[in-house]
Each structure stands twice: as structure tokens, then as C-alpha cells.
């Protein structure tokens, strides 16, 4: 599979890492294939022509991801029935169409060629785990449609089909090395779950880690949905690192922090510092699990902002008293208020006319002011640090103090190179 990054004004194809049996899979499930030649666009079926317009929401609802999609598919509908309600976009109500991914890259695949194909959407919004976004991506290239996709990543890709809204690598993973380096830790253990994104990740953690007398104690992944961590958590307790780095994701986080906790592992004896634990997790885990120890994101509940409040309050408001709010489902409604500001801009749906006026798109985010960088489709960010407290809730403990610019190929980064090879 690959992808296409911009230079200048122009798109470049270049390699990306890929799960080889999940891309045959998508690639028969949708009945598409992708090549190193330039996608043909396929004809949209779009209809402007109404009083509304069709988008699609594309997450898991069942499936060992749900504990965390959920909730994204509930912020792009606060997002749509805000947008709506201040007189939609150009004049048009948005009809949103829902799909489950379940938890399968394959199912993402053949979701999204029917929301393209059949649905006529005009934009769709999903994904989560970095598996199901490549088995996506090929679809969304070869019918030339959009997808906005909310969730923090390993980078070393873009695509001019997908719009970034979480974080890359360099907004995320690398700051939240620095802030290790900062506080004293010289060695870290590789918790992650066995695909895409954690595997890519590691690969990225170990080369800062060679460039900054960082040792690797050790590594160790885990299919996704595992509840057995009794044999891993054993060998980091006796590995003695100083700090965890943990990509696990989905409901695997549930069993890990449990096992952590009951070997008599603390955050202040081996602290872990997660980048797949928000919020909504949290309380999955239990806090008596998981308290004290630390996360990198973007956004937490706990900014206090009025930008933020009105938006925490929206949502409690809508879903009730009792649900947080956290990165990725704030990355998920940024997204659609980011289409429908490009949208506007252009003054047009059509793919290529939406492409073309990115660049430069901002949106007042909960997060803070974002803007969608023109050259690589991903948006501007504030990293930020946080620690998990007895009420549930992540508090910043450090943050970047201005949004920085998205690198996905980690190009500013002299121990990087190779990576993207």
C-alpha cells in the first residue's frame, strides 16, 4: 500500500508501513486494488442538490474497540446536531448515515465502500486503530473521497483523501519522550498491542532512545483484546525500568493496569505513560487501577477554558452528567467543524475543490486553535502531559504552550531518518 504526501502544491507517493494480510483482506473485502500509480477518481455520487447532505460516521460499536469509539461516534453527532441547529453547512441540513466497524479493519474497508458507493456521503469521519485506517485508506484514494480521521497515530504518512485531526508523532509520542528525559528516566519497557500503530511507535520511541542514552528494557506486544498480562507484567516488574511506555489499546488496557496493580506496581515506583488512555478509559480500569499515572494527548476535560467548558457542558448536557469528555472525541467533533469550515471556504462539496481550500482552515477547539497544515493534511496541535487523579478526570501536568506543527515524517528530526524508508 502507499500513500501520497504533498510537496509544495504537488502530491508525492512514497512507502508507508503496512500489515500485508490486512491489506489483501481490505483490498478483496472492497473490491478495489491500490498501485503505485496515481488512483483513477471515481465518479462521485454526491447529491447537493437538496436541502441536506449526507456524511458518513464510520466506528466501532462492538467489538474490543467500542469501550473507546463510542464515544467518538457520539461527539461528530453533538458536532452535526450543532451545526444543524446554527443552519448547517451552506445552507444544508447534515444527515449523518452510521456504520459499524466492529472492531475489524476489513469491516472499515467494506463500511466505507458503502458509504461512498451506495450512501453517496459526502465526507465520512472514523477510524481508529491505525489497522483499520490502512485498510481505508486505499478505498477512500480509489473512489477519491474524504475521510477525517480523529485519533492520534504513528505518522510516517499522508494522504490527500485523509485529514489528520489527532495527533502525529511529533505532537504526541516525541514530546512525551522528552518529558521522560526531563524528569530523569534513562530506561523505558515497550508495553504495546500487536498491529500497526504500537509496533510503528516502538520503532520511533527506539531510535529517540539510541539518540538520547535511553535503554530499552524490553518490548513485548499483544494481540488486541487480550486479557492475560500476568507473563508481560511479570517481566517488567523484574526488568527494573524506570518508566513504561504503553500503547496497548482498546480493552486490553482494562486486564494491564489490573495485573500492574495487583504485582504491587505503582506510578510512583514505575510510573507508565499511556497514549491510548483517555478519559472514557479511565473509568473501564478503575481509578484505584490506574491513578497517578500519566498520559500524552492534546486535550483533556480539565482545560479550563470558556471554549472548552461550553463544550464539556454540551456534552454532559447531551449524554449525560456522569460522561467525560476526551481527546479523541474532541478530535472527532473538530473534524467535522474543520469540514465544514473548508467546506465553506470553497464554496463547494466536491472533493477536489475541498482539497484545494484546506490549507490554512482553522477552528477554535476545545484543544485551542487548530489549523490544517495545506502540504501533509493534519492539523496543528498543543502537546500536552497529564496525570490521572482519584476523580477520574487527567490533569495537565505540562504542555507544549503553543500548538505545535504537525511533522509526520518526523523530518526535523536528524535521529529519525530512515524511519520513513
Known amino acids: 500500500m502507499v500513500s501520497r504526501r504533498r510537496s509544495g502544491t504537488r502530491w508525492v507517493r512514497l512507502g508507508v508501513p503496512t500489515v500485508l494480510s490486512v491489506v489483501a483482506l481490505a483490498l478483496s473485502a472492497c473490491g478495489s486494488s491500490a498501485t503505485d500509480e ?6 462521485s455520487c454526491v447529491d447537493t442538490s437538496g436541502d441536506t447532505i449526507k456524511v458518513g460516521s464510520l466506528n466501532s460499536l462492538s467489538g474490543t474497540m467500542a469501550i473507546s469509539e463510542v464515544t467518538v461516534r457520539d461527539s461528530i453527532a453533538l458536532a452535526v446536531e450543532e451545526i444543524n441547529a446554527a443552519g448547517g453547512v451552506m445552507g444544508k441540513q447534515i444527515e449523518v448515515v452510521g456504520e459499524d466497524g466492529a472492531s475489524e479493519p476489513t469491516v472499515f474497508a467494506e463500511k466505507a465502500e458503502k458509504l461512498i458507493s451506495a450512501d453517496c456521503v459526502a465526507a465520512v469521519f472514523g477510524g481508529w486503530t491505525s489497522s483499520s ?3 481505508m485508506l486505499p478505498v477512500f484514494e480509489d473512489n477519491d473521497a474524504l475521510l477525517y480521521y480523529p485519533v492520534q497515530y504513528e ?5 490527500e483523501n485523509i485529514f489528520y485531526t489527532g495527533a502525529t508523532t511529533n505532537q504526541q509520542i516525541v514530546p512525551a519522550l522528552d518529558y521522560l528525559k526531563e524528569q530523569g528516566v534513562t530506561s523505558l519497557y515497550l508495553v504495546g498491542s500487536d498491529y500497526v500503530f504500537p509496533q510503528t511507535a516502538n520503532r520511533i520511541i527506539k531510535a529517540y532512545a539510541e539518540a538520547n542514552g535511553m535503554e530499552i528494557k524490553g518490548e513485548d506486544y499483544t494481540p488486541l483484546g487480550s486479557t492475560d498480562f500476568s507473563t508481560i507484567v511479570n517481566k517488567v516488574r523484574t526488568a527494573d525500568a524506570d518508566a513504561v511506555f504503553n500503547t496497548l489499546n482498546g480493552d486490553s488496557n482494562v486486564a494491564f493496569f489490573r495485573e500492574y496493580r495487583n504485582v504491587g506496581l505503582t506510578a510512583q515506583d514505575m510510573p507508565v505513560i499511556s497514549v491510548s488512555i483517555a478519559e472514557e478509559e479511565v473509568g473501564g480500569i478503575g481509578v484505584g487501577n490506574i491513578e497517578g499515572q500519566l498520559t500524552a494527548w492534546d486535550y483533556y476535560q480539565t482545560i479550563d477554558t470558556p471554549v472548552n467548558n461550553e463544550f464539556v457542558a454540551a456534552y ?3 449524554y449525560g452528567a456522569d460522561k467525560p469528555t476526551s481527546d479523541p472525541m474532541e478530535a472527532a467533533y473538530v473534524s467535522v467543524y474543520l469540514w465544514k469550515n473548508t467546506v465553506e471556504k470553497a464554496e463547494s462539496f466536491a472533493v477536489p475543490d475541498v482539497q484545494e481550500a484546506a490549507g490554512g482552515v482553522t477552528f477554535d477547539a476545545p484543544e485551542g486553535l487548530v489549523t490544517i497544515d495545506g502540504d501533509n493534511n493534519h492539523i496543528t496541535k498543543t502537546a500536552r502531559i497529564g496525570e490521572i487523579r482519584s476523580d477520574g478526570l487527567i ?8 500548538p505545535i506543527e504537525p511533522d509526520p515524517y518526523l523530518e ?3 535521529w529519525a531518518e530512515g524511519l520513513s524508508g
Open 38 to 43: 496515481a488512483a483513477t477518481s471515481a465518479e
Open 133 to 135: 485506517r490502512k485498510a
Open 155 to 159: 505518522g510516517l504518512e499522508s494522504s
Open 316 to 318: 454532559k448536557a447531551r
Open 395 to 402: 490533569y495537565t501536568v505540562w504542555d507544549s504552550g503553543e
Open 412 to 414: 526535523g528530526y536528524d
